[in-house]
């Protein structure tokens, strides 16, 4: 389905092809894509655009095993990478679960269950090129793991749902694969339960602590990976700090967990909503009766929130909602299907002095607003 | 001086908070990078946030640049001040805000000691990870600004990881707040792009970082080698295993005869390179890991691997590491710290090259720094009053960052660009990158008043007024003046 504010679509074989489109710019404003799974983030834009399929840049350029980098093109299927790392025995935790292309989770900033431990995109992109509005290559940082030269780069351009440009390449930190998994779950967690698990847990250096409930009821899990020993004890140790109430996943259970968490936040087929309030508050309260109406689930180690409810949200129901995150410091963003028309629910409020730097920004970076404008909060359309 | 805006700046911040006896401003005339030298014009320093914005406005309006400063402990030359530029600096913002123990944030005041956060939140069970050497005298607001790191961030990641939020101070005066307590996901990570600006945006006055539970147990690895090459093959081993340490730390055997002259320790004989290694995490587990890690550096050549006896001999190892460019103060009058990085796999090519290069320039350069990232510190020693020594080690440097970037490294992974190694930003980056960054940069600060001539060459409008006379003297001239040298 192709959302009404796309005029044309092109099909880029490779870089210098992009960057003669950009410099040739017959028809603006562009929009860089990959498999289109999130047109639905964001606001639409001011014009209808022309998207640009990178897919055709689906080269695995380098995979430097040893070093644990691996660097390839935006077009890149995540399934295909997840796949070609497995053979080495590594893998990049946030692209779990995450369907579509490299470059599209970190224009969309998609962020799974085990940000909270592991880190989101950002935190495993180790270098970027992407081309301006210029149709100039630009590059940010590089290709080993630890870096500081020049402005992050990597952090302008994730999330930017391709405001600064056209993502061709990145180069990413790889992780050896654990040796096994587990978890333990506890089904209705008390609040005192949940408070204890909020201050207790992260010394148990779980990859994830959550509250979620996926349509059975209030849940609370914590999820282990590495060394068989070290999983063994860590099991043991969250299963006996709350009595007998618990289940113990198997490990192929647990080595699942975040595929099915990601499969949950896609938005082909509904509304889904993105943000997060400080864990404390996730866990203090009991979650919103709205929110408990459908799928949801909220990382108890930063805070993250992820909800997908059975119908797109009354604006009465998501300003209630709101307030309850704002409480807890944090927002809630909602993503729509690319069928969608509009998105009221695309960004929650934002600090005012942020948006209008990112104005500025913007305007300093793409003056003739070449890339699709109005997408983002600080771009009034 | 007796201009207006001088007598403003003490109404704002008290006589005593504007340094303007030339005695007094030589103490910020460099930074821990002493190859170059400015003695500031005006030094001020703001005893709140209030009056560091009003400062800072005010030093805007008298169309002056301004330098922010921390500790000073930069080994970059990043808070070196140009001519007619005022060094603002925020180490009187020492206060810890607020500290939240179930949310593992605080709220922290720029001139907050970095070992001062992670004593305060020791006391909760969590720390500040991001653990620099100097983290007895370094703030947080110069780790947000350099993006800092430390032995530890192998495993628990460097400033950026552990930034929540910044308040920004913009050239201009005016707060702003960047990020929130819960991260964001609506559009660019502003306050990611800031942390590592090295200044040029505006002054932190205060972040909310992140803490982490402090390990409940460790285990510490020395591993002695023959040569610096097992050692770095060494740490490719331990890697490969699968394993991440909280920290790999290498020391050559001219830190070792510093430490031990120092300290009192005593290193196995024979030893060209040490090891340092740590685990940690949930005590079930840390021995097969220390045990794989003991491996690793037998089937590398280590000819002794032991285990730190107790905590007190882990404690004067950490402490002997962290002050080890201390501790070369009695083997040389001055030391020149370079930072370059190179894929881990190539370490055993650039200790060698580390070696030819010291050889051919007739330095001594001695090697402590964290392998496990492949970062380099090669410590050059030399005494700053003959000259000509000082002109063979800023080639020896250049010629070390260069090979870094032929290997496929960077020139820096911790200390930031500074004015040191502008030069070599043109051979790092491509014109149009740089271009790209310096709108970046505009945008926060259309004037370049901030930091000018530093961490991005200022190109594309930007005369980076303020600019340290002769700066940049180091790389640029044994470069011939080549392109890229402001």
Request: with cysteine; charged share 25%; aromatic share 6%.
């Amino acid at each position: 389905v192709t959302p009404s504010w796309v005029a044309r679509r092109l099909a880029v074989r490779d870089e210098e092809e992009l960057k003669n489109i950009v410099r040739e710019c017959a028809f603006p404003p562009y929009l860089p894509v990959g498999s289109e799974a999130h047109l639905g983030r964001g606001r639409p834009p001011e014009r209808p655009v022309t998207l640009l399929s990178l897919t055709a840049l689906d080269r695995i350029v380098e995979h430097a095993r040893e070093d644990f980098t691996v660097t390839v093109e935006a077009g890149v299927a995540t399934a295909a990478l997840r796949t070609r790392l497995a053979e080495s025995s590594q893998w990049i935790p946030a692209l779990e679960g995450m369907e579509g292309t490299v470059g599209g989770v970190v224009a969309c900033d998609r962020r799974g269950v085990l940000a909270g431990a592991l880190g989101s995109m950002h935190d495993a992109l180790l270098g970027i090129r992407f081309v301006d509005a210029r149709g100039d290559a630009v590059q940010g940082g590089g290709r080993v793991v630890k870096n500081v030269a020049g402005y992050n780069l990597m952090r302008l351009a994730t999330g930017s749902l391709g405001a600064v440009g056209a993502i061709v390449e990145v180069t990413l930190r790889t992780r050896s694969r654990p040796e096994s998994w587990g978890a333990v779950e506890w089904a209705d967690p008390s609040d005192v339960m949940l408070g204890e698990a909020v201050r207790e847990a992260p010394a148990w250096d779980p990859l994830a602590l959550l509250r979620f409930d996926l349509g059975e009821g209030d849940r609370l899990l914590a999820l282990f990976a590495g060394s068989r020993t070290r999983v063994a004890a860590q099991v043991e140790r969250a299963r006996s700090r709350w009595g007998t109430t618990s289940r113990v996943l198997s490990p192929e259970e647990a080595r699942e967990l975040p595929g099915i968490f990601a499969a949950y936040a896609r938005p082909e087929h509904g509304p889904v909503g993105w943000g997060g309030a400080l864990p404390g508050h996730l866990a203090s309260r009991p979650a919103p009766p709205v929110i408990a109406e459908g799928a949801w689930w909220g990382d108890l180690l930063q805070g993250h929130v992820g909800w997908c409810p059975p119908a797109p949200p009354a604006p009465q129901t998501l300003a209630r909602l709101r307030a309850w995150f704002a409480d807890g410091q944090g927002h809630l963003h909602l993503d729509v299907p690319r069928s969608a028309g509009a998105n009221p629910g695309a960004w929650d409020r934002r600090r005012e002095g942020e948006e209008a730097l990112w104005g500025r920004l913007r305007t300093a970076l793409d003056p003739d607003r070449v890339w699709a404008y109005g997408r983002l909060p600080g771009e009034a359309s | 001086m007796t201009d207006d805006w001088i007598r403003d700046l003490e109404g704002i911040v008290g006589k005593e908070g504007v340094v303007r006896r030339p005695s007094a401003r030589a103490a910020y005339e460099c930074d821990a990078y002493t190859l170059e030298r400015a003695v500031p014009e005006l030094v001020v320093l703001p005893r709140t946030v209030e009056e560091a914005s009003r400062v800072v406005a005010r030093i805007a309006a008298a169309g002056r640049a301004l330098v922010p400063r921390g500790a000073g402990t930069s080994l970059a030359g990043g808070c070196l001040a140009g001519e007619g530029a005022v060094v603002v600096a925020l180490t009187r913002l020492r206060r810890i805000e607020e500290l939240d123990p179930v949310n593992r944030q605080a709220l922290v005041q720029g001139g907050v000691v970095n070992l001062a956060l992670g004593r305060t939140a020791h006391r909760h069970g969590l720390t500040f990870a991001p653990d620099p050497s100097s983290q007895q005298v370094c703030t947080v607001g110069g780790n947000v600004a350099n993006n800092s790191g430390g032995p530890h961030t192998l495993k628990y990641g460097v400033t950026v990881n552990h930034v929540l939020a910044v308040e920004l101070l913009t050239p201009d005066g005016e707060r702003r707040w960047l990020g929130g307590r819960v991260p964001a996901r609506g559009g660019p990570d502003l306050t990611g792009l800031t942390v590592g600006s090295e200044g040029t945006f505006g002054l932190i006055t205060r972040a909310w970082v992140r803490l982490v539970p402090v390990s409940p147990s460790v285990r510490t690895l020395l591993a002695a080698f023959p040569d610096a090459e097992a050692a770095g093959g060494a740490v490719n081993h331990i890697l490969a295993a699968g394993l991440v340490p909280a920290a790999v730390e290498m020391m050559d055997a001219l830190i070792l005869e510093a430490l031990a002259a120092a300290f009192g320790l005593a290193f196995p004989k024979g030893t060209a390179a040490l090891l340092l290694v740590e685990v940690d995490g949930l005590d079930e587990g840390l021995d097969e890991e220390a045990e794989l890690i003991a491996e690793a550096c037998r089937t590398a050549g280590a000819f002794e691997v032991r285990a730190a006896h107790d905590a007190e001999e882990r404690t004067l190892l950490w402490t002997a590491r962290k002050r080890a460019f201390g501790a070369l103060g009695r083997l040389a009058r001055n030391v020149c710290t370079q930072d370059g990085v190179v894929p881990r796999t190539r370490l055993p090519e650039i200790l060698r090259f580390i070696g030819e290069a010291g050889r051919r320039h007739r330095i001594r350069i001695a090697n402590v720094f964290h392998a496990g990232d492949g970062n380099l510190h090669p410590a050059l020693l030399y005494d700053e009053r003959d000259e000509e020594e000082v002109e063979r080690v800023l080639a020896a440097s250049a010629e070390i960052l260069e090979r870094c970037l032929d290997l496929g490294g960077s020139l820096t992974g911790e200390h930031g660009i500074g004015v040191e190694k502008l030069a070599l930003m043109n051979r790092a980056f491509s014109p149009a990158s740089l271009e790209y960054m310096g709108r970046v940069r505009r945008a926060f600060d259309p004037d370049c008043r901030a930091n000018p001539g530093k961490a991005v060459p200022a190109g594309g409008g930007c005369s980076d007024a303020g600019l340290v006379a002769g700066a940049v003297r180091a790389l640029a001239r044994v470069r011939g003046g080549r392109e890229g040298a402001p």
